[in-house]
C-alpha cells in the first residue's frame, strides 16, 4: 500500500486547513487508516483514525471539534479537515495504515502499530 500526503503549508492562529492523503495498492475493509502529527525530536502521536468499512471516526482530544478525518466513496482519498488551528498544531503530519480487523486501534497507540506511512507533510501555524 503506498500513501501520499499533500495539502500542508502555513496559516495564522484560527485558520484552516485540509490535508488529503492518496492511498493506492490493495486495501479493505478491515482497514484503519489514522493521521499522526511529529513534533521536531518527538515520536509520531496519534491525531486521528477511520475504519475504511464504516468510516467510525477516532480523535485525540487535543483535536476533538476542531479537526474532521473524512474519506472519500471510493476509499481512495483520505482527508484532515483542520479548523481554528492553533501554534500548537505545528508539526509533520504523516497518514497510515493498518489492517486492524475492522476497528481501529486506540488514536494514542503507538505509532509502530501501523504499517504503511505516507512522506508527510508539514503544517506550521503562526
Known amino acids: 500500500v503506498q500513501l501520499v500526503e499533500s495539502g500542508g503549508g502555513s496559516v495564522q492562529a484560527g485558520g484552516s486547513l485540509t490535508l488529503s492523503c492518496e492511498v493506492s495498492g490493495s486495501i479493505d475493509g478491515t482497514n484503519c487508516i489514522g493521521w499522526f502529527r511529529q513534533y521536531p525530536g518527538k515520536e509520531r502521536e496519534g491525531v486521528a483514525a477511520?475504519?475504511?468499512?464504516?468510516?467510525?471516526?477516532y480523535y485525540d482530544d487535543s483535536v476533538t471539534g476542531r479537526f474532521t478525518i473524512s474519506k472519500d466513496s471510493a476509499e481512495i482519498t483520505l482527508y484532515l479537515q483542520m479548523n481554528n488551528l492553533k501554534p500548537e498544531d505545528t508539526a509533520w503530519y504523516y497518514c497510515?495504515?493498518?489492517?486492524?480487523?475492522?476497528?481501529?486501534?486506540?488514536?494514542?497507540?503507538?505509532?509502530?502499530?501501523?504499517?504503511?506511512w505516507g512522506q508527510g507533510t508539514q503544517v506550521t501555524v503562526s
Open positions: 477511520i475504519v475504511t468499512l464504516g468510516g467510525t471516526t
Open positions: 497510515a495504515i493498518v489492517d486492524y480487523g475492522g476497528r481501529c486501534p486506540a488514536v494514542d497507540v503507538r505509532y509502530d502499530t501501523y504499517k504503511d
